[in-house]
């Protein structure tokens, strides 16, 4: 139980252009979403926090006209990377947490590379 | 500010044990997290700890002591497939998850 689920697992864009980014929790409703980024050899950095109908809370430095997050439902939420740029190419992953979670442990999605040229 | 300290790298043999270390100062305490990573993966959960003492699971322990603000996570009868980053995560009083920068395992036949 507690699968997360990301898509693309991998895309490659042009400079300029928008990306979107899906995260589904499979098996379970999840209570709160989160995005991360990570570089090469660092460890995650938290981007955003989303809960089902309400606006994301992002994190100090993050701009939140560039990324964009919807959390529509209980079971999906979105990261939209806005006109791309190369510093933006990165590996994001989302994450997910249950009530039913005995511990209020995250679970992670598979995470997507994304390449900007 | 809020910190977690972890080894950068660790080399260990197969079939033996490694013990890697997490210390942390953060605005309160809700429990420590252990993930494990694959290169170019999404972690997964390995432990979680918020009373001291020992959590055993199988393979791997983790053992917590919040007067000491360290953690180590202890990984028994080594296996190739244990290569891998190790995160160390601290939920601070606001339930924020504050993350390590994580231990490169690296484990040689």
């Known amino acids: 139980g507690a699968v997360v689920s990301q898509h693309p697992s991998w895309v490659i864009c042009k400079s300029g252009t928008s990306v979107k980014i899906e995260c589904r929790s499979l098996?379970?409703?999840?209570?709160?979403m989160f995005w991360y980024r990570q570089f090469p050899k660092q460890s995650l950095m938290l981007m955003a926090t989303?809960?089902?109908?309400?606006?994301?809370?992002?994190e100090q430095g993050v701009e939140k006209d560039k990324f964009l997050i919807n959390h529509a439902s209980l079971t999906l939420s979105t990261l939209t990377v806005t006109s791309a740029h190369p510093e933006d190419s990165s590996f994001y992953i989302c994450s997910a947490t249950t009530s039913s979670g005995e511990w209020g442990e995250q679970f992670f999605g598979p995470g997507t590379r994304l390449t900007v040229l | 500010g809020q910190n977690i300290d972890q080894p950068t790298e660790m080399t260990a043999t197969e079939g033996a044990i490694v013990q890697i270390n997490c210390t942390y100062q953060?605005?309160?305490?809700?429990?420590l997290f252990w993930y494990q990573q694959h290169a170019g993966e999404a972690p997964t959960f390995l432990s979680y700890n918020v009373l001291d003492g020992l959590e055993e699971k199988g393979r791997f322990s983790s053992f917590l002591s919040r007067s000491k603000g360290y953690s180590y996570l202890l990984l028994k009868e080594l296996q190739m497939k244990d290569s891998a980053s190790y995160l160390c995560a601290v939920r601070d009083s606001n339930y924020q998850l504050i993350w390590g920068a994580g231990t490169k395992l690296i484990i040689k036949p």
């Open positions: 098996d379970f409703q999840a209570t709160t």
């Open positions: 989303s809960n089902e109908g309400s606006k994301a809370t992002y």
């Open positions: 953060t605005s309160g305490f809700n429990g």
